[in-house]
């Protein structure tokens, strides 16, 4: 028997649970009508294509992740927010494991929802890495790195990609610990110190 009142958050929200239940490249909209118990072209109704229904659940996506980094960082500064931050970002993919995947899609700019959860997340970022002095364009080039470097590990972590004999949990903290390194010693901030030292 069909849904009653279903609507597209109805859509998008039950699209996640099924997605963290099957994978989200399983994610499919048969398999979603079926879910909610309507024919499939009643889905078109709440969502024009797989595309849009992709982009909804990466905006629903990316606003949770938003808020988690958010928590975990507020109150905190330099590594401290660093490892609360990476901690939450990992413990979020391995809790959601199949939205996840969409918190990596840009945001479209069609979408303000979506748009603001992008800046959120990417904000939440930001301030973890203006304890560290990094503005501007450093900002940016250290917030790709930071990404790539967290999305990398759990990615592999939730493909069973470790097969070494070591605890993935120490090397996550190993990972985290280099990238405090990194920042603390980033080639354009260290470059201004050291002109500041010798003026």
């Known amino acids: 028997m069909p849904r009653v009142g279903l609507n597209q958050q109805a859509v998008v929200r039950e699209a ?10 399983q994610l499919t909209l048969a398999a979603l009508a079926g879910r909610l118990g309507v024919a499939l072209p009643s889905l078109y109704k709440h969502v024009r294509g797989a595309d849009e229904l992709a982009q ?3 905006a629903l ?3 949770e992740l ?8 507020v109150g905190r500064a330099g590594v401290d927010a660093l490892q609360a931050m990476a901690s939450a970002y990992r413990d979020y993919a ?6 996840y995947p969409a918190t990596q899609r840009a945001p479209d700019p069609a979408d303000p929802e979506h748009v603001v959860a992008g800046e959120r997340a990417v904000g939440a970022i930001y ?11 450093d900002a940016v080039d250290a917030t790709r790195a930071l990404r790539s470097a967290l999305h990398g590990f759990v990615a592999l972590e939730l493909g069973g990609g470790f ?9 996550y903290h190993q990972l985290v610990a280099s990238l405090d390194t990194s920042f603390r010693s980033w080639p354009g901030t260290r470059q201004a110190a050291d002109q500041q030292e010798q003026g």
């Not at 301030?127 to 364009?137: F, K, N, W």
């Open 163 to 171: 097969g070494l004999p070591r605890e993935v949990d120490r090397s």
């Open 56 to 58: 909804k659940l990466s």
């Open 66 to 73: 938003a808020d988690e980094l958010t928590t975990a960082a």
């Open 61 to 63: 996506a990316t606003a």
């Open 16 to 25: 996640a649970r099924l997605a963290d239940e099957v994978g989200y490249q």
């Open 94 to 99: 391995k809790r959601h494991p199949g939205r």
């Open 127 to 137: 301030a973890v890495l203006r304890g560290y002095g990094l503005t501007g364009d």
